[in-house]
């Protein structure tokens, strides 16, 4: 898992960063990598499987990567857009090649393992040959 992890957006500082969304958020121990997605009152919820998906953010001035949110709190997600890659939140266990594709569980964490009818929302950018403990940040590809 090279380079180190300061922020759950990898692109450059040059480029422009993807467009965010806020929601109250209605999940609680989410943390920023987790995938969310949209329930139809509109709040953020830990991301189901074929949901279009949202990849949680720390509120500005926070810890980038262990600000935990509560539930009723405005929530920050970035809208992913094709080929950027961001840090994500992986089920324990996790070992996969470059480019495998990463699936969403009910957690928001990211699995490779098929749970079926799942669509892909990305892949890994490297390969992961030490398994992951839950909720480790991985860098992800989106699809």
Not at 17 to 29: A, F
Not at 102 to 126: C, E, I, K, M, R
């Amino acid at each position: 898992m090279p380079g180190p992890k300061r922020k759950i957006y990898r692109g450059g500082y040059q480029g422009n960063h993807p467009e965010q969304m806020e929601y109250i958020l209605d999940s609680s121990g989410t943390l920023p990598g987790h995938l969310l997605s949209v329930n139809s009152d509109e709040e953020f919820i830990k991301a189901a499987q074929g949901a279009y998906i949202y990849i949680a953010n720390a509120p500005p001035c926070m810890d980038a990567l262990t600000y935990e949110y509560e539930v009723g709190e405005t929530a920050f997600g970035y809208v992913p857009r094709s080929r950027d890659v961001y840090l994500v939140r992986a089920v324990a266990g996790l070992t996969c090649a470059k480019d495998a594709p990463l699936y969403s569980n009910a957690a928001g964490q990211v699995t490779a393992t098929d749970p079926g009818s799942a669509q892909v929302v990305g892949y890994s950018h490297f390969e992961i040959t030490v398994a992951t403990a839950a909720n480790d940040l991985i860098d992800m590809r989106i699809r």
